[in-house]
């Protein structure tokens, strides 16, 4: 874990980590880092005239930090990598940046070329973050994403250059769910989205879900106890992953049985002892 130092601001530029290099985070929490830019991180663009900074998180969770700019990451140029992680209760004050964001983008003529982004954010949930989200400029990728109870705008679109993708992904039940820049010429795509964000892509449009009621809590609400769950329910969790939700279940269900698949051996792997601590 790494933790902010408890105050309304940790350094200027980084308030968990200053990044000049490639740095890695897996398994990891960073929480309650405060700063101007990058609240838990700041990642340099190019420098010594060469180098480029590069961040990669994966299997990780950003919670509780706060920055005028970037809560969560604030990359000089698009240049990180965000998977299978959560992202929650972050704050960005600033209303011309995000809580991830990139100030530049790469010349042109290289972020045209792209096929899979500089910068892609995959198999993550957001939520309840404050201020805009994600700012998506030319060459981001998002896919497969969950984004809801954003206190905020949660994407703001801004690629000119048609150099930008987003598919597959839940943005619902935040105050705004979408905003676009006059230019923008994102690919969005094949998504359940609210009213702001559109039908996107003609070939494969989104999902545009007009209903008051979203989740499956009693209050509307994205997180809380599941209300139907007897000691002796039999459960199958077809999402697995590294066993948040199955190990949450199995101290509900100590009558029960738990029936958990991934198609993530690495995810299985990890999650068998968690499991095994809470029940049989």
């Known amino acids: ?15 968990l980590i200053l990044n000049k290099g490639r740095v890695n985070f897996e398994h990891t929490k960073l929480f309650k880092g405060a700063a101007n830019k990058g609240g ?4 340099y663009g190019i420098f010594n005239d060469v180098e480029m900074g590069l961040v990669e998180i994966k299997y990780s969770l950003i919670q509780d930090n706060n920055a005028a700019n970037g809560a969560v990451l604030y990359s000089e140029y698009p240049s990180f990598s965000l998977t299978n992680s959560v992202i929650r209760n972050n704050t960005t004050t600033s209303t011309n940046s995000a809580s991830v964001f990139s100030a530049k ?5 290289d972020v045209k070329n792209l096929t899979a982004g500089t910068a892609n954010i995959v198999s993550s949930t957001f939520l309840k973050n404050t201020g805009t989200l994600i700012k998506i400029i030319d060459g981001t990728v998002l896919n497969n994403l969950t984004i809801v109870d954003t206190n905020g705008t949660a994407l703001y ?3 000119p250059n048609d150099a930008a993708y987003l598919g ?15 230019a923008d010429k994102t690919l969005f795509q094949n998504s359940l989205v609210g009213t702001t964000c559109g039908q996107g892509d003609v070939q494969f449009p989104n999902e545009v879900w007009s209903n008051s009621k979203i989740f499956a809590h009693a209050q509307n609400e994205s997180e809380g106890k599941c209300l139907n769950l007897k000691e002796d329910s039999v459960i199958v969790d077809c999402t697995l992953g590294y066993g948040g939700h199955s190990s949450h279940i ?26 095994k601590s809470v029940g049989s």
Not at 1 to 15: I, K, R
Not at 263 to 271: C, H, P, R, T, V
């Open 1 to 15: 874990n790494l933790e902010g130092c408890g105050q309304a601001s940790c350094a200027d530029h980084g308030g």
């Open 40 to 43: 838990a991180i700041y990642n």
């Open 105 to 109: 983008i790469f010349p042109v003529d």
């Open 157 to 159: 679109f801004d690629a």
């Open 168 to 182: 597959n992904s839940i943005i619902l039940n935040n105050k705004k769910d979408c905003e676009f820049a006059s």
């Open 250 to 275: 199995l101290k509900e269900i100590k009558k029960g049985f738990l029936f958990a698949f991934d198609q993530d051996d690495e995810a299985i792997k990890s999650s068998r002892n968690r499991l």
